[in-house]
C-alpha cells in the first residue's frame, strides 16, 4: 500500500496519456477532477493487484464515449460517484476497491478522483496496459468476466443500469446509450472478486505511468520512453494531413505524416478509431493494435493525443510491445488487427522492427 | 371487480385491433399468450380504475418496437415478468396492479397474460385510448407522472433499467435499446399510485374493447362500431399502393387508396408511423391524430393494421373522436399532427365532418 498524492497526478497524466496510444481523451480535464477531489478528501490509498484481498468487490469505473466530445464536455463532478451507487445497489453489497479500466488517457485520472472521494482503495493495475475504443476490449473479458451489470449516468441525470448476456452486447447497448446521452457518459462496470483482480488485470501500470511521466520530462525524454517500454522508434515527421469524424459514438480517422531527418522522402500512415490502430510506412504495415503506437512531440517529447493531432505539427511516431495477454488467441480476438477490420496479421513489433532492420 | 375468461379474449383482440388504429402490432400474437396463460393460472380479475386503492402500486406493462417485426418475432414468454421483477425490485416494493399501456393491438392483450401469471389484478383502463407509437404519448404524460423506472428485457436475455429527467428522454433512450435488442423489448414503466391510476387513466377501455369486438362480428358491424365510437365513415376504396419502412425501430411509411361506390374518381392517402396518424382525401385533411383514424374491411368489418395492408385489399376508412384528456393543450402537444411533422391544425373530428356536409 501507498498513497498518491497530488503532486503524482503531474507525472501520471503524461505518463497515462503516452500510454493511451493518442486516445482516451485529453488526461489533463481528468487531472484536474482527481486533484480537486485529493485536495477536499486528502490523498489516495493505491494498493498493487495481489494486496487485493479473496473478498474484495471491486469495480471499473470510467468514462465512455468520443473523446472529440470528452474535451469539450467535462463532467458535472458526481456522475460517477452516481454510476457506483446505482452499480452497488444492484450488487446488493458494498464494493471495496476501485479499479481504473485502463491506464490511458482521462480513465486514468477519474477513478482516482472516485477513490478520493468515495475514500476507497485504488488498485495499482487496470484492464488494457493502455486504451482502447471498445467496453468488450479489456483483460477480463479474455478471462471470461462479465461486464455486466452495468450502470451509466450522464450529465443530465440520466441513467441506466444493464445485463447482458456478453461483453460484445454490452459494448453495443452501451454505446447506444451514450450516444443518446450526448456522446459521454460515466460508467461502472465489471465487477469481481479478488481473485478476479489478482488474474485478469495487467499490474502496477499505475505506477508505470507515474514513471513514464517523470522519464519524458526530462531531457532526451524520448529515449528515456522507449527505453522504459522497450519501444522502437518508427518515423520523424511533419504532419500532412488529418481527417477526423465523430461516427457512432467514436473518433475515427487518419494522419498522414511526411518524414523528415532520416525519414525524408516518406510517408508513415496512422488510422484511428480513438486510438491509433495501426501504422503505414509507404506501402508497408509497420506496427499494428495490440502493440502500442504512440505519437510524441518531437521536440519535448509531450505525447499528442488523436484528437489535438494537427498539421504541421512535428512529432515522433514511436511503437512498444503490449501486455502478453493480448497476444494470446482470445486477445488477438479482441483486440487484434482484424477485429478493427484490417485484413493484416498480427505480428509482435519486436519481429516487425527485426525484420525492418534486416531489409535496411 | 370481474373475471376476465379466456372466452372474452376474441372479441376483446379484435376490439383491441379497431382501437389499435393500424398500429400496436397484431394483437392476435399477443392473445394465444393471454390464452395460455389464463388457461395456467385460471381467469384474470378485472378492477375498474375507481376500484384501486390509494395505497396500490400500479404499472404500464407492455411491448415495444416495430410493428412488422413484432409480427416475426414472437416473446419468448417470461421477458416481461422479467421486466416487471426489475422494474419492482428498483422501486424496493411490490406492483400490486398490472396497467395496460395502450389499448390497441398486442399491448391489450400482453398485460392480461402477465396479470394471469403473476396473479395480479389488471386495471380496465389504459394510457392512451388507443395505440401511440411513442413512449411519452400516453396520458399520465398530461398529468405529469414519470415514466421511469422503466425496465426492459428481450428474448437472449439482455436487460436495462433506465431513468431519465424527462419522458422525452425515456423515448430516446429506450428506443435506442429496443433498436439493439433487435426491434421490440418487453417493458415495465409508469410506475404510479393508486390516485394517479384514477385520475390519469382513461377508464373502461378494456370494456370498450370487448363490446367493439362484439359488435364488429354482427351483421353490419361497421355501422354499430360507427354507433359505439360515435364515428364518422372517411372513405371506402381499393388499396392502390402501400409504401413501408422500418426506420430507427417504427414502420413508416403511407397507404393510397382509390375510391369506390360513392368515392369513386377520389384517392385517400393514409400516412402512419406504427398508427395512422392523417387521412388526406384528395387534396383536404379529413382527419388527425389524436382522433382514431381506423382502416375496416369493407366486406367483414375486420380490422386491418398498417403492416397488413395489401394491394387490392377492399376497405373502409372511418374516424372516431379521441379521449377530451388529448384535447387540451398539453394534450395537443404531445400527440397533435404538429408533433408528428404535420404543419396541419387539430380539428375534431365532428368538426371536420361537420365542415364537409357543409360543403356536400
Known amino acids: 500500500m501507498r498513497l498518491l498524492p497530488e503532486e503524482a497526478l503531474h507525472d501520471l ?8 496510444t493518442g486516445g ?4 489533463y480535464v481528468g487531472r484536474l477532477l482527481a486533484q480537486q477531489a485529493i485536495r477536499r478528501h486528502g490523498p489516495v490509498e493505491v494498493v498493487a493487484v495481489d494486496e487485493v484481498p479473496d473478498n474484495a468487490l471491486a469495480a471499473f469505473l470510467a468514462m ?5 466530445v470528452m474535451i469539450e464536455k467535462i463532467p458535472r463532478g458526481d456522475e460517477l460517484e452516481q454510476a457506483f451507487h446505482m452499480l452497488q ?7 471495496s476497491h476501485v479499479l481504473p479500466a485502463e491506464i490511458g488517457g482521462i480513465n486514468s485520472m477519474l477513478p482516482i478522483a472516485a477513490a478520493a472521494s468515495l475514500r476507497l482503495p485504488l488498485v495499482d493495475g487496470d484492464g ?3 486504451a482502447f475504443p471498445e467496453i468488450q476490449m479489456c483483460t477480463p473479458t479474455v478471462f471470461g468476466i462479465s461486464a455486466t451489470p452495468m450502470a451509466l449516468a450522464d450529465d443530465k441525470g440520466n441513467t441506466a443500469v444493464i445485463e447482458t448476456v456478453e461483453n460484445n452486447w454490452t459494448e453495443r447497448l452501451a454505446r447506444s446509450i451514450t450516444v443518446d446521452f450526448g456522446c459521454t457518459a460515466l460508467i461502472a462496470l465489471y465487477s469481481m472478486s479478488g481473485p478476479q483482480v489478482r488474474t485478469s488485470l495487467i ?3 499505475l505506477t508505470l505511468a507515474e514513471e513514464l511521466g517523470r522519464i519524458a520530462r526530462q531531457r532526451d525524454g524520448i529515449e528515456g520512453v522507449l527505453e522504459r517500454l522497450r519501444g522502437f522508434r518508427l518515423f520523424e515527421g511533419k504532419v500532412a494531413d488529418v481527417e477526423r469524424r465523430t461516427l457512432g459514438g ?3 480517422g487518419q494522419a498522414r505524416i511526411e518524414g523528415l531527418d532520416a525519414d525524408v522522402g516518406s510517408t508513415l500512415t496512422l488510422r484511428f478509431q480513438n486510438e491509433h490502430l495501426i501504422a503505414v510506412r509507404d506501402d508497408t504495415v509497420v506496427a499494428t493494435v495490440p502493440d502500442l503506437i504512440i505519437v510524441l512531440d518531437a521536440d519535448t517529447g509531450e505525447p499528442i493525443t488523436t484528437e489535438e493531432l494537427r498539421y504541421g505539427f512535428r512529432v515522433a511516431v514511436i511503437a512498444a510491445p503490449c501486455d502478453e495477454r493480448w497476444r494470446t488467441g482470445a486477445g488477438l480476438e479482441l483486440v487484434g488487427p482484424r477485429y478493427f477490420g484490417y485484413d493484416v496479421e498480427y505480428v509482435p513489433i519486436e519481429e516487425r522492427a527485426d525484420a525492418s532492420r534486416t531489409v535496411a
Chains 1, 2 share one sequence.
Open 89 to 95: 445497489d444492484r450488487l446488493g453489497r458494498p464494493i
Open 64 to 68: 465512455m464515449g468520443a473523446p472529440t
Open 250 to 252: 467514436f473518433a475515427r
Open 24 to 27: 482516451g481523451g485529453n488526461p
Open 13 to 20: 497524466a503524461i505518463g497515462a496519456a503516452i500510454l493511451g
Open 203 to 205: 499490474p502496477g501500470t
Open 128 to 130: 488494457m496496459g493502455r
